[in-house]
Protein backbone atom coordinates (compact mmCIF):
# COMPACT_ATOMS: atom_id res chain seq x y z
CA UNK A 1 0.00 0.00 0.00
CA UNK A 2 1.46 3.63 -0.75
CA UNK A 3 0.46 6.83 -0.15
CA UNK A 4 0.05 9.73 -2.81
CA UNK A 5 -0.79 13.77 -1.76
CA UNK A 6 -1.70 15.95 -5.03
CA UNK A 7 -2.95 19.63 -5.27
CA UNK A 8 -5.13 20.60 -7.98
CA UNK A 9 -7.48 23.81 -8.49
CA UNK A 10 -10.79 22.07 -9.38
CA UNK A 11 -14.14 24.28 -9.26
CA UNK A 12 -16.15 21.63 -6.94
CA UNK A 13 -17.23 20.52 -3.88
CA UNK A 14 -15.35 17.49 -1.55
CA UNK A 15 -16.22 14.28 -2.61
CA UNK A 16 -14.47 11.14 -1.87
CA UNK A 17 -14.61 8.17 -5.25
CA UNK A 18 -13.28 4.80 -5.85
CA UNK A 19 -11.35 3.88 -9.40
CA UNK A 20 -9.84 0.91 -10.79
CA UNK A 21 -6.76 1.30 -12.99
CA UNK A 22 -4.83 -1.40 -14.08
CA UNK A 23 -1.52 -1.23 -12.23
CA UNK A 24 0.45 -4.44 -13.10
CA UNK A 25 0.25 -6.08 -16.80
CA UNK A 26 -2.24 -8.93 -16.91
CA UNK A 27 -1.17 -12.26 -17.10
CA UNK A 28 -3.04 -15.09 -18.91
CA UNK A 29 -2.69 -18.47 -17.79
CA UNK A 30 -3.52 -21.77 -20.19
CA UNK A 31 -4.80 -24.84 -19.78
CA UNK A 32 -5.33 -26.84 -22.89
CA UNK A 33 -7.69 -30.14 -23.04
CA UNK A 34 -7.49 -32.09 -26.01
CA UNK A 35 -11.10 -33.78 -27.55
CA UNK A 36 -11.93 -35.76 -30.88
CA UNK A 37 -15.03 -33.72 -32.97
CA UNK A 38 -16.85 -37.12 -33.92
CA UNK A 39 -16.76 -40.50 -32.08
CA UNK A 40 -17.04 -42.71 -35.33
CA UNK A 41 -14.57 -45.73 -36.58
CA UNK A 42 -13.46 -43.72 -39.59
CA UNK A 43 -12.26 -40.15 -37.67
CA UNK A 44 -10.72 -42.00 -34.47
CA UNK A 45 -8.20 -43.55 -37.40
CA UNK A 46 -7.42 -40.23 -38.47
CA UNK A 47 -4.43 -38.96 -36.34
CA UNK A 48 -5.12 -35.18 -36.75
CA UNK A 49 -7.62 -33.65 -33.73
CA UNK A 50 -8.91 -30.57 -33.00
CA UNK A 51 -7.95 -29.27 -29.34
CA UNK A 52 -10.14 -26.73 -27.34
CA UNK A 53 -8.02 -24.59 -25.05
CA UNK A 54 -9.31 -23.19 -22.21
CA UNK A 55 -8.06 -19.59 -21.11
CA UNK A 56 -7.98 -18.25 -17.53
CA UNK A 57 -6.85 -14.59 -17.69
CA UNK A 58 -5.48 -12.64 -14.13
CA UNK A 59 -6.11 -9.08 -14.02
CA UNK A 60 -4.87 -7.14 -11.28
CA UNK A 61 -5.92 -3.69 -9.97
CA UNK A 62 -5.70 -1.19 -8.06
CA UNK A 63 -8.73 0.11 -6.14
CA UNK A 64 -8.06 4.02 -5.33
CA UNK A 65 -9.61 5.36 -2.31
CA UNK A 66 -9.97 9.50 -2.69
CA UNK A 67 -10.38 12.24 -0.30
CA UNK A 68 -10.82 15.42 -1.08
CA UNK A 69 -10.42 18.89 1.03
CA UNK A 70 -11.52 21.73 -0.78
CA UNK A 71 -11.03 25.38 -0.17
CA UNK A 72 -12.21 28.56 -1.82
CA UNK A 73 -9.58 30.80 -3.51
CA UNK A 74 -9.13 33.96 -6.04
CA UNK A 75 -6.89 35.91 -8.78
CA UNK A 76 -7.34 39.30 -9.37
CA UNK A 77 -7.03 38.98 -13.51
CA UNK A 78 -7.45 41.36 -16.55
CA UNK A 79 -8.55 40.82 -19.89
CA UNK A 80 -9.61 42.01 -23.36
CA UNK A 81 -13.18 42.82 -23.60
CA UNK A 82 -15.03 43.64 -26.83
CA UNK A 83 -18.11 46.16 -26.75
CA UNK A 84 -20.01 46.18 -29.35
CA UNK A 85 -22.75 48.32 -31.04
CA UNK A 86 -26.01 47.50 -30.14
CA UNK A 87 -27.40 46.99 -34.28
CA UNK A 88 -30.88 46.84 -32.96
CA UNK A 89 -30.88 50.45 -32.40
CA UNK A 90 -32.01 51.99 -35.95
CA UNK A 91 -31.46 55.64 -35.33
CA UNK A 92 -29.29 57.20 -37.27
CA UNK A 93 -27.64 58.24 -40.78
CA UNK A 94 -28.81 56.20 -43.79
CA UNK A 95 -26.90 55.94 -47.14
CA UNK A 96 -29.74 54.57 -49.57
CA UNK A 97 -29.70 53.79 -53.49
CA UNK A 98 -32.20 52.25 -55.66
CA UNK A 99 -32.67 51.78 -59.37
CA UNK A 100 -36.03 50.51 -60.36
CA UNK A 101 -38.56 50.28 -63.81
CA UNK A 102 -41.81 51.33 -64.19
CA UNK A 103 -44.88 52.11 -66.95
CA UNK A 104 -46.05 55.45 -67.52
CA UNK A 105 -46.84 58.29 -69.24
CA UNK A 106 -47.08 61.87 -69.68
CA UNK A 107 -50.63 61.75 -68.66
CA UNK A 108 -52.75 63.12 -70.95
CA UNK A 109 -55.69 62.76 -73.40
CA UNK A 110 -57.68 64.25 -76.27
CA UNK A 111 -61.02 65.16 -76.38
CA UNK A 112 -61.84 63.47 -79.62
CA UNK A 113 -62.48 59.95 -79.83
CA UNK A 114 -60.63 58.97 -82.85
CA UNK A 115 -57.19 59.77 -80.92
CA UNK A 116 -55.50 58.22 -77.97
CA UNK A 117 -52.13 57.75 -75.72
CA UNK A 118 -50.76 54.86 -74.91
CA UNK A 119 -47.82 55.03 -72.03
CA UNK A 120 -43.74 52.84 -71.99
CA UNK A 121 -41.24 52.04 -70.05
CA UNK A 122 -39.32 54.41 -68.00
CA UNK A 123 -36.29 53.39 -66.11
CA UNK A 124 -35.40 54.91 -62.74
CA UNK A 125 -32.62 55.71 -60.69
CA UNK A 126 -32.58 56.93 -56.86
CA UNK A 127 -29.85 57.95 -54.48
CA UNK A 128 -30.83 59.48 -51.16
CA UNK A 129 -29.93 60.38 -47.65
CA UNK A 130 -32.11 59.55 -44.80
CA UNK A 131 -32.28 60.48 -40.89
CA UNK A 132 -34.24 58.10 -38.64
CA UNK A 133 -34.50 59.96 -35.40
CA UNK A 134 -36.72 57.47 -34.20
CA UNK A 135 -36.96 54.15 -34.56
CA UNK A 136 -39.38 53.53 -36.79
CA UNK A 137 -39.59 57.26 -39.00
CA UNK A 138 -36.90 59.61 -40.40
CA UNK A 139 -36.65 62.30 -42.95
CA UNK A 140 -34.99 61.58 -46.31
CA UNK A 141 -33.30 63.66 -49.21
CA UNK A 142 -31.95 63.13 -52.69
CA UNK A 143 -32.00 63.19 -56.06
CA UNK A 144 -33.42 60.69 -58.97
CA UNK A 145 -32.95 60.35 -62.72
CA UNK A 146 -36.09 59.18 -64.99
CA UNK A 147 -38.37 59.52 -67.65
CA UNK A 148 -42.11 59.86 -69.07
CA UNK A 149 -42.45 58.46 -71.82
CA UNK A 150 -46.10 58.42 -74.59
CA UNK A 151 -46.82 57.17 -77.15
CA UNK A 152 -49.63 59.39 -79.50
CA UNK A 153 -52.43 57.70 -81.78
CA UNK A 154 -53.52 60.46 -83.90
CA UNK A 155 -57.18 59.18 -86.02
CA UNK A 156 -60.36 61.15 -87.42
CA UNK A 157 -60.67 63.10 -90.27
CA UNK A 158 -59.96 67.05 -90.69
CA UNK A 159 -61.51 69.77 -93.29
CA UNK A 160 -60.37 73.19 -94.07
CA UNK A 161 -63.04 74.88 -96.39
CA UNK A 162 -62.69 77.26 -98.74
CA UNK A 163 -59.43 77.00 -100.28
CA UNK A 164 -57.89 78.42 -103.15
CA UNK A 165 -56.41 76.20 -105.81
CA UNK A 166 -53.32 77.84 -106.77
CA UNK A 167 -53.04 76.09 -110.13
CA UNK A 168 -57.11 76.55 -111.20
CA UNK A 169 -57.85 79.69 -108.72
CA UNK A 170 -60.98 77.35 -108.07
CA UNK A 171 -62.39 77.42 -104.13
CA UNK A 172 -62.05 73.92 -102.85
CA UNK A 173 -62.59 72.67 -99.83
CA UNK A 174 -59.79 70.36 -98.39
CA UNK A 175 -59.92 67.23 -96.39
CA UNK A 176 -57.20 65.53 -94.59
CA UNK A 177 -57.93 61.42 -93.67
CA UNK A 178 -55.61 60.32 -90.90
CA UNK A 179 -54.94 56.49 -91.25
CA UNK A 180 -51.63 55.81 -89.11
CA UNK A 181 -50.49 58.33 -87.13
CA UNK A 182 -47.70 57.53 -84.39
CA UNK A 183 -46.36 59.85 -82.14
CA UNK A 184 -43.46 59.06 -79.35
CA UNK A 185 -42.64 61.98 -76.97
CA UNK A 186 -40.55 61.81 -73.59
CA UNK A 187 -39.06 63.88 -71.30
CA UNK A 188 -36.10 62.96 -69.40
CA UNK A 189 -36.29 64.25 -65.47
CA UNK A 190 -34.44 65.14 -62.56
CA UNK A 191 -36.28 65.49 -59.31
CA UNK A 192 -35.20 66.22 -55.56
CA UNK A 193 -37.48 63.90 -53.12
CA UNK A 194 -38.28 65.11 -49.63
CA UNK A 195 -39.29 62.56 -48.41
CA UNK A 196 -41.03 61.08 -44.36
CA UNK A 197 -39.97 57.49 -44.05
CA UNK A 198 -40.88 53.92 -41.91
CA UNK A 199 -39.62 51.03 -41.38
CA UNK A 200 -40.27 48.08 -38.60
CA UNK A 201 -38.41 45.33 -38.35
CA UNK A 202 -38.80 42.98 -35.24
CA UNK A 203 -36.09 42.02 -32.88
CA UNK A 204 -34.45 39.09 -34.05
CA UNK A 205 -36.25 39.07 -37.55
CA UNK A 206 -34.29 39.50 -40.79
CA UNK A 207 -37.25 40.86 -42.97
CA UNK A 208 -39.52 43.90 -42.28
CA UNK A 209 -41.23 46.24 -44.20
CA UNK A 210 -40.58 49.99 -45.22
CA UNK A 211 -42.78 52.77 -46.61
CA UNK A 212 -42.09 56.66 -46.97
CA UNK A 213 -44.44 59.27 -49.27
CA UNK A 214 -43.00 62.65 -50.19
CA UNK A 215 -43.22 65.51 -53.08
CA UNK A 216 -40.29 65.76 -55.29
CA UNK A 217 -39.68 69.09 -57.49
CA UNK A 218 -38.89 67.73 -61.19
CA UNK A 219 -37.39 69.34 -63.81
CA UNK A 220 -36.89 68.39 -67.63
CA UNK A 221 -33.22 68.55 -69.15
CA UNK A 222 -34.44 67.33 -72.45
CA UNK A 223 -38.31 67.09 -73.89
CA UNK A 224 -39.01 65.85 -77.11
CA UNK A 225 -41.50 64.23 -79.74
CA UNK A 226 -40.58 62.41 -82.84
CA UNK A 227 -43.13 60.81 -85.70
CA UNK A 228 -42.24 57.39 -86.37
CA UNK A 229 -45.40 56.51 -88.35
CA UNK A 230 -47.18 59.51 -90.27
CA UNK A 231 -49.41 58.44 -93.10
CA UNK A 232 -52.47 60.74 -94.35
CA UNK A 233 -54.56 60.87 -97.51
CA UNK A 234 -55.46 64.25 -98.62
CA UNK A 235 -58.75 64.98 -101.59
CA UNK A 236 -60.20 67.99 -102.48
CA UNK A 237 -64.22 68.92 -103.06
CA UNK A 238 -64.74 71.01 -105.72
CA UNK A 239 -68.34 73.08 -105.20
CA UNK A 240 -67.96 74.45 -108.45
CA UNK A 241 -67.40 71.20 -110.74
CA UNK A 242 -69.27 69.12 -107.38
CA UNK A 243 -65.91 66.84 -107.99
CA UNK A 244 -63.65 65.42 -105.38
CA UNK A 245 -60.46 64.80 -106.67
CA UNK A 246 -57.43 62.59 -105.31
CA UNK A 247 -54.36 61.02 -106.14
CA UNK A 248 -53.24 63.62 -108.54
CA UNK A 249 -51.38 66.86 -108.05
CA UNK A 250 -50.80 67.49 -104.21
CA UNK A 251 -53.68 65.17 -103.13
CA UNK A 252 -53.42 61.36 -102.08
CA UNK A 253 -51.74 59.45 -99.22
CA UNK A 254 -48.71 61.05 -97.67
CA UNK A 255 -45.88 59.87 -95.61
CA UNK A 256 -44.73 62.44 -92.83
CA UNK A 257 -41.96 60.35 -91.17
CA UNK A 258 -39.55 62.56 -93.11
CA UNK A 259 -40.81 66.00 -92.89
CA UNK A 260 -38.88 68.31 -90.54
CA UNK A 261 -41.66 69.19 -88.47
CA UNK A 262 -41.58 65.12 -87.82
CA UNK A 263 -39.09 65.76 -84.73
CA UNK A 264 -39.03 68.91 -82.63
CA UNK A 265 -39.14 69.93 -78.93
CA UNK A 266 -42.03 69.94 -76.62
CA UNK A 267 -42.94 72.31 -73.94
CA UNK A 268 -43.30 71.49 -70.22
CA UNK A 269 -43.62 73.12 -67.14
CA UNK A 270 -41.59 71.86 -63.97
CA UNK A 271 -43.56 69.77 -62.05
CA UNK A 272 -44.28 68.59 -58.44
CA UNK A 273 -44.39 65.00 -58.12
CA UNK A 274 -46.07 63.32 -55.53
CA UNK A 275 -44.72 59.70 -54.89
CA UNK A 276 -45.06 56.77 -52.63
CA UNK A 277 -42.78 53.69 -52.14
CA UNK A 278 -43.60 50.40 -50.22
CA UNK A 279 -42.14 46.97 -49.77
CA UNK A 280 -39.64 45.00 -47.62
CA UNK A 281 -36.52 45.07 -46.05
CA UNK A 282 -33.98 42.12 -45.64
CA UNK A 283 -31.04 42.43 -43.59
CA UNK A 284 -27.69 41.56 -45.41
CA UNK A 285 -24.81 42.56 -42.72
CA UNK A 286 -25.33 44.00 -39.45
CA UNK A 287 -25.39 47.65 -41.95
CA UNK A 288 -27.03 46.93 -45.01
CA UNK A 289 -30.60 46.16 -45.78
CA UNK A 290 -31.85 45.12 -49.44
CA UNK A 291 -35.49 46.85 -50.12
CA UNK A 292 -37.46 45.32 -52.75
CA UNK A 293 -40.76 46.80 -53.23
CA UNK A 294 -42.88 49.08 -55.49
CA UNK A 295 -43.54 53.21 -56.10
CA UNK A 296 -46.25 55.48 -57.94
CA UNK A 297 -45.14 58.78 -58.66
CA UNK A 298 -47.60 61.35 -60.27
CA UNK A 299 -47.52 65.25 -61.39
CA UNK A 300 -49.48 67.23 -59.02
CA UNK A 301 -49.53 70.36 -61.46
CA UNK A 302 -50.49 70.54 -65.38
CA UNK A 303 -46.91 70.73 -67.09
CA UNK A 304 -47.96 71.12 -70.98
CA UNK A 305 -47.42 74.55 -71.53
CA UNK A 306 -47.29 74.42 -75.39
CA UNK A 307 -48.80 76.74 -77.83
CA UNK A 308 -52.50 75.30 -78.95
CA UNK A 309 -53.25 74.92 -81.90
CA UNK A 310 -55.34 73.36 -84.59
CA UNK A 311 -54.48 70.22 -86.27
CA UNK A 312 -52.77 70.88 -89.55
CA UNK A 313 -49.85 70.08 -92.00
CA UNK A 314 -47.46 72.04 -93.58
CA UNK A 315 -44.43 71.18 -96.68
CA UNK A 316 -43.81 72.89 -100.08
CA UNK A 317 -46.86 72.21 -101.63
CA UNK A 318 -49.65 72.70 -98.63
CA UNK A 319 -48.09 76.24 -97.56
CA UNK A 320 -51.79 77.40 -96.39
CA UNK A 321 -52.10 74.88 -93.54
CA UNK A 322 -50.89 75.37 -89.99
CA UNK A 323 -47.45 74.91 -88.87
CA UNK A 324 -47.55 70.81 -87.19
CA UNK A 325 -45.72 71.44 -83.34
CA UNK A 326 -46.04 67.99 -82.59
CA UNK A 327 -49.44 66.08 -81.20
CA UNK A 328 -48.89 67.63 -77.52
CA UNK A 329 -49.38 70.98 -78.60
CA UNK A 330 -53.02 70.18 -80.53
CA UNK A 331 -55.59 72.10 -79.11
CA UNK A 332 -57.56 68.55 -78.47
CA UNK A 333 -55.58 67.69 -76.20
CA UNK A 334 -56.32 67.57 -72.28
CA UNK A 335 -54.30 68.10 -69.43
CA UNK A 336 -50.99 66.45 -68.40
CA UNK A 337 -49.66 64.91 -65.13
CA UNK A 338 -47.01 62.44 -65.87
CA UNK A 339 -47.08 59.23 -63.49
CA UNK A 340 -44.92 56.33 -63.07
CA UNK A 341 -46.01 52.93 -61.30
CA UNK A 342 -43.55 49.91 -61.11
CA UNK A 343 -41.27 48.24 -59.15
CA UNK A 344 -37.23 49.03 -57.69
CA UNK A 345 -34.58 47.31 -55.43
CA UNK A 346 -32.34 48.82 -53.71
CA UNK A 347 -30.03 49.31 -50.75
CA UNK A 348 -29.72 50.64 -47.57
CA UNK A 349 -26.41 51.18 -45.76
CA UNK A 350 -26.78 52.38 -42.06
CA UNK A 351 -23.55 53.95 -40.49
CA UNK A 352 -22.82 52.20 -37.27
CA UNK A 353 -20.05 53.12 -34.86
CA UNK A 354 -17.09 51.19 -34.56
CA UNK A 355 -16.77 48.25 -31.52
CA UNK A 356 -15.14 49.42 -28.62
CA UNK A 357 -11.92 47.82 -27.42
CA UNK A 358 -11.78 47.77 -23.02
CA UNK A 359 -9.46 46.05 -20.34
CA UNK A 360 -11.75 44.99 -17.57
CA UNK A 361 -10.58 43.86 -14.20
CA UNK A 362 -12.01 40.63 -12.77
CA UNK A 363 -11.36 38.18 -9.67
CA UNK A 364 -11.50 34.57 -11.31
CA UNK A 365 -12.63 32.36 -8.28
CA UNK A 366 -11.88 28.78 -8.44
CA UNK A 367 -11.81 25.88 -5.15
CA UNK A 368 -8.47 25.12 -4.10
CA UNK A 369 -8.85 20.74 -3.49
CA UNK A 370 -5.85 18.67 -1.65
CA UNK A 371 -6.41 15.39 -2.51
CA UNK A 372 -5.33 12.05 -0.37
CA UNK A 373 -5.09 8.96 -2.29
CA UNK A 374 -4.98 5.62 -0.92
CA UNK A 375 -4.23 2.37 -3.44
CA UNK A 376 -5.33 -1.27 -2.29
CA UNK A 377 -4.11 -4.16 -4.91
CA UNK A 378 -6.59 -6.93 -5.71
CA UNK A 379 -6.86 -9.40 -8.46
CA UNK A 380 -8.99 -10.57 -10.89
CA UNK A 381 -9.74 -13.63 -13.04
CA UNK A 382 -11.54 -14.30 -16.56
CA UNK A 383 -11.70 -17.82 -18.27
CA UNK A 384 -12.29 -18.33 -21.71
CA UNK A 385 -12.00 -20.89 -24.64
CA UNK A 386 -11.31 -21.27 -27.89
CA UNK A 387 -10.31 -23.69 -31.13
CA UNK A 388 -6.97 -23.54 -31.89
CA UNK A 389 -6.49 -26.25 -35.06
CA UNK A 390 -8.88 -27.67 -37.86
CA UNK A 391 -8.77 -31.19 -39.15
CA UNK A 392 -8.66 -33.14 -42.48
CA UNK A 393 -11.53 -34.67 -41.50
CA UNK A 394 -13.45 -31.63 -40.16
CA UNK A 395 -12.74 -30.15 -43.31
CA UNK A 396 -13.98 -33.69 -45.49
CA UNK A 397 -17.54 -32.97 -42.87
CA UNK A 398 -18.03 -29.48 -44.27
CA UNK A 399 -17.25 -30.57 -47.73
CA UNK A 400 -20.13 -32.97 -47.11
CA UNK A 401 -22.74 -30.52 -45.92
CA UNK A 402 -22.01 -28.07 -48.61
CA UNK A 403 -22.54 -30.82 -51.52
CA UNK A 404 -26.00 -31.21 -50.14
CA UNK A 405 -27.14 -28.30 -51.40
CA UNK A 406 -24.28 -27.09 -53.31
CA UNK A 407 -26.24 -26.66 -57.03
CA UNK A 408 -27.26 -23.04 -57.58
CA UNK A 409 -29.44 -23.16 -60.53
CA UNK A 410 -30.06 -20.02 -62.82
CA UNK A 411 -32.49 -18.46 -65.47
CA UNK A 412 -32.11 -19.13 -69.19
CA UNK A 413 -29.28 -16.73 -70.61
CA UNK A 414 -28.73 -14.85 -67.27
CA UNK A 415 -26.09 -15.45 -64.35
CA UNK A 416 -28.56 -13.32 -61.55
CA UNK A 417 -28.63 -15.01 -58.37
CA UNK A 418 -32.37 -15.28 -57.36
CA UNK A 419 -33.98 -14.74 -53.93
CA UNK A 420 -33.79 -18.34 -53.49
CA UNK A 421 -30.07 -18.85 -54.53
CA UNK A 422 -29.13 -16.28 -52.12
CA UNK A 423 -30.88 -18.16 -49.28
CA UNK A 424 -28.98 -21.41 -49.91
CA UNK A 425 -25.55 -19.71 -50.77
CA UNK A 426 -26.32 -18.24 -47.03
CA UNK A 427 -26.35 -21.25 -45.46
CA UNK A 428 -23.54 -22.29 -47.05
CA UNK A 429 -21.09 -19.28 -45.48
CA UNK A 430 -22.15 -20.19 -42.63
CA UNK A 431 -20.74 -24.30 -42.84
CA UNK A 432 -17.40 -22.66 -44.50
CA UNK A 433 -16.48 -20.08 -41.39
CA UNK A 434 -16.10 -23.12 -39.65
CA UNK A 435 -13.21 -24.36 -42.02
CA UNK A 436 -10.97 -21.42 -42.52
CA UNK A 437 -8.02 -23.11 -43.93
CA UNK A 438 -10.29 -25.16 -46.74
CA UNK A 439 -10.42 -23.51 -50.47
CA UNK A 440 -13.89 -23.31 -52.17
CA UNK A 441 -14.25 -24.15 -55.68
CA UNK A 442 -16.95 -22.72 -57.89
CA UNK A 443 -17.26 -24.24 -60.91
CA UNK A 444 -19.74 -22.60 -63.60
CA UNK A 445 -21.78 -24.85 -66.67
CA UNK A 446 -23.93 -23.46 -69.14
CA UNK A 447 -26.52 -26.06 -71.04
CA UNK A 448 -25.88 -27.43 -74.71
CA UNK A 449 -28.02 -23.79 -76.08
CA UNK A 450 -26.26 -21.08 -77.48
CA UNK A 451 -22.77 -21.36 -79.21
CA UNK A 452 -19.72 -22.54 -77.31
CA UNK A 453 -17.82 -19.36 -76.50
CA UNK A 454 -20.65 -17.70 -75.78
CA UNK A 455 -21.54 -20.42 -72.80
CA UNK A 456 -18.47 -20.23 -71.60
CA UNK A 457 -18.69 -16.83 -70.69
CA UNK A 458 -22.09 -17.41 -69.50
CA UNK A 459 -20.59 -20.26 -67.39
CA UNK A 460 -17.51 -18.36 -65.93
CA UNK A 461 -20.23 -15.21 -64.94
CA UNK A 462 -22.21 -17.68 -63.27
CA UNK A 463 -19.34 -18.89 -61.23
CA UNK A 464 -18.10 -15.60 -60.53
CA UNK A 465 -21.15 -14.53 -59.42
CA UNK A 466 -21.50 -17.33 -56.68
CA UNK A 467 -17.59 -16.56 -55.62
CA UNK A 468 -18.97 -12.18 -55.46
CA UNK A 469 -21.80 -13.00 -53.27
CA UNK A 470 -19.76 -15.35 -51.03
CA UNK A 471 -17.16 -12.87 -50.19
CA UNK A 472 -19.44 -10.29 -50.03
CA UNK A 473 -20.56 -12.34 -46.67
CA UNK A 474 -16.89 -12.47 -45.38
CA UNK A 475 -15.37 -15.19 -47.23
CA UNK A 476 -11.62 -14.50 -47.92
CA UNK A 477 -11.41 -14.15 -51.62
CA UNK A 478 -8.11 -15.93 -51.07
CA UNK A 479 -10.00 -19.05 -50.45
CA UNK A 480 -12.05 -18.53 -53.43
CA UNK A 481 -11.17 -20.63 -56.56
CA UNK A 482 -13.45 -19.66 -60.14
CA UNK A 483 -13.92 -22.05 -63.51
CA UNK A 484 -16.13 -21.88 -66.27
CA UNK A 485 -17.07 -25.35 -68.01
CA UNK A 486 -19.60 -24.17 -70.63
CA UNK A 487 -21.46 -26.42 -71.98
CA UNK A 488 -18.83 -29.58 -71.50
CA UNK A 489 -19.80 -30.82 -67.76
CA UNK A 490 -23.86 -32.47 -67.77
CA UNK A 491 -25.75 -32.41 -64.44
CA UNK A 492 -24.97 -35.77 -63.01
CA UNK A 493 -28.34 -35.45 -61.29
CA UNK A 494 -29.91 -34.52 -64.62
CA UNK A 495 -31.31 -38.40 -65.65
CA UNK A 496 -34.11 -36.65 -67.91
CA UNK A 497 -31.90 -34.43 -69.78
CA UNK A 498 -33.85 -31.26 -68.69
CA UNK A 499 -32.04 -28.06 -69.82
CA UNK A 500 -32.68 -25.74 -66.97
CA UNK A 501 -30.96 -28.29 -64.66
CA UNK A 502 -27.61 -27.78 -66.48
CA UNK A 503 -27.96 -23.73 -65.98
CA UNK A 504 -25.96 -24.38 -62.54
CA UNK A 505 -23.09 -23.22 -60.20
CA UNK A 506 -21.38 -25.96 -57.89
CA UNK A 507 -19.79 -25.01 -55.01
CA UNK A 508 -17.04 -27.73 -53.45
CA UNK A 509 -14.71 -27.20 -50.65
CA UNK A 510 -11.19 -28.64 -51.33
CA UNK A 511 -7.99 -29.11 -48.95
CA UNK A 512 -5.51 -29.10 -52.21
CA UNK A 513 -4.86 -27.13 -55.24
CA UNK A 514 -4.37 -30.65 -56.94
CA UNK A 515 -8.17 -31.81 -55.70
CA UNK A 516 -9.49 -28.99 -58.07
CA UNK A 517 -11.17 -31.12 -60.90
Given at each position: MALLVSAGMYAQSDTTRIMRPAALPERTEVNEQTFATEDTPELQKTPDS????????????????????????????????????????????????????????LGYGFTDDKSHVNGFVSPLVQIQYAYFFHQNFGVGVGAWFTNNTSVAHLGGTYTWEDQIDTDTEQHYNHNSQ?????????????????????????????AGVFAAVGIAPSFAVMNQYRVTKGQVTHSGYYPAWDLTLDNIHEFGPKDYTQEESAKGKISVNPQATIFADLGAIIALTRQIDLFVGGYFQCGANDVNTSEKHPLGWKDNTFTFMEEYTGAYALNTTKASHPYEVGLKVGIHWRHIKPDKHETVDYFDYFTRRDTTVSLLARRDTNNTERIDTLTRAHIAKAAEEVEKFNKIYFEYDSYKLSEASQKYLSSIVGVLNKVPDAKIAIDGHASEEGQRLHNERLAYNRAKAVAKFLIGQGIDKKRVIVIGHGSLIPNEENVNHELPLDRRAEVKVVQKQSEIQ
Open positions: LVRVEVTTIHYFTDTLTSIISTPDSVAKQREEIIRTDSADRRGHYLQAYVGLSYGSVTAWDERQTTLNIGIPVSLQFQYRKEGKK
